[in-house]
């Protein structure tokens, strides 16, 4: 019998997966699989239990947020390539960006089911520096609303409590001057904010479908750098575009690359996948093509995009 880890964040969202820990445990056991249930027991549980003892599984699955997930990419990438179990994803969190890019469904049994029983599909992940993360780099404005709202308030409130931290945090809003190289470019200006992904959706709020087309597993990943507005009407017109969707061209720079070079004239705190990801002046992020497979629907979008990509 196969043998699945099912380890989930108990905290996630608003702790609704207690509702539902009886039913996912049945679809798995239903679908073949010897169970091993783990709640999460602290930071970094996820990850270190995954690394220690992610060999003994067949499958493994995570249920959480966006934070979650990323210690579960992180453990699974401390094995060779070749020894990388397919990991199924149950969302819980507040957002959940990366599972609406995968078109995970946010009921539990549904993703379950998905989990349990979908097809493998090759994502591209990314290196910060050393440490991985799996669909989102920034820094800048608002980038440290997910980890800086405490877990109470967003557990009360949900998604309402990133846009209120988000209002109080405009009129401090800081501008950085950095230097970016990038696959045959260099930008060098003043920006106030900086999102290196490969994702549709960024905080819930911005689609990036409407800036580029993003393809999960073709090597790269996207960047938009939006520069400091001159005055108050050109910052508004900004945020306004960057929640619609429809920021102005002459507002922002938009690149995709294999590589990003970050150095900053001062030390800049950066988000990885929602999280604290340190405060550095020089940054190096490099594209992991296709390092872990996500277990998915079995979806005809997704699938064309894990054809090999041709000229």
């Known amino acids: ?7 989930f964040n108990p905290l996630s969202g ?43 599984f067949d ?20 094995f060779p390539r070749e020894e990388r179990k397919p990991i199924g994803y149950i969302p819980a969190g507040t957002t959940n960006d ?27 992940i990314g290196d910060f520096n050393g440490k991985k993360f799996t669909y989102i780099a920034a820094f800048g404005a608002f980038t ?10 967003k557990n009360v409130i949900g998604h309402a409590a990133y846009v ?9 809003l800081s501008s950085y001057h950095v230097n ?14 900086c999102v290196i992904m490969n994702t549709t959706s960024v905080g819930g709020i911005l689609s990036t479908e409407k800036f580029t087309d993003v393809n999960l597993c073709d090597g790269l990943f996207e960047m938009i750098v939006f520069r400091q507005p001159t005055n108050p009407l050109e910052l508004q017109s900004v945020l306004s575009g960057i929640i619609k969707g429809e920021a102005s061209g002459e507002g922002y720079s938009l690149v995709k690359s294999t590589r990003f070079e970050i150095a900053s004239d001062e030390s800049i705190k950066w988000t990885l996948d929602g999280e604290y990801g340190g405060e550095i002046r020089n940054a190096v992020i490099n594209v992991l093509p296709r390092a872990i497979s996500f277990i998915v629907d079995n979806n005809a979008t997704l699938q064309a995009m894990n054809e090999p990509q041709t000229d």
């Open 14 to 56: 608003k702790g609704l997966i207690k509702h539902h820990l009886l039913d996912i445990i049945d679809i798995f056991t239903k679908a073949g699989y010897d169970v091993t249930v783990r709640p999460t027991q602290s930071h970094l549980d996820a990850y270190v239990y995954i690394r220690t003892h992610g060999s003994e």
């Open 1 to 7: 019998m196969s043998k699945l880890l099912f380890i």
């Open 144 to 153: 440290d609303v997910s980890y800086d709202t405490p877990q109470e308030i």
């Open 59 to 78: 499958r493994i699955v995570v249920s959480g947020g966006d934070g979650t997930l990323n210690e579960g990419v992180e453990g699974l990438m401390s």
């Open 180 to 193: 970016i190289k990038y696959d045959g470019g260099e930008i060098d200006e003043e920006v106030f904010l």
């Open 164 to 172: 209120w931290e988000g209002i109080k945090r405009l009129p401090s």
């Open 98 to 124: 990366f599972a609406s890019t995968l078109n995970i469904p946010k009921d539990m049994e549904l993703s379950a089911m998905i989990a349990a029983s979908g097809v493998p599909f090759e994502c591209d």
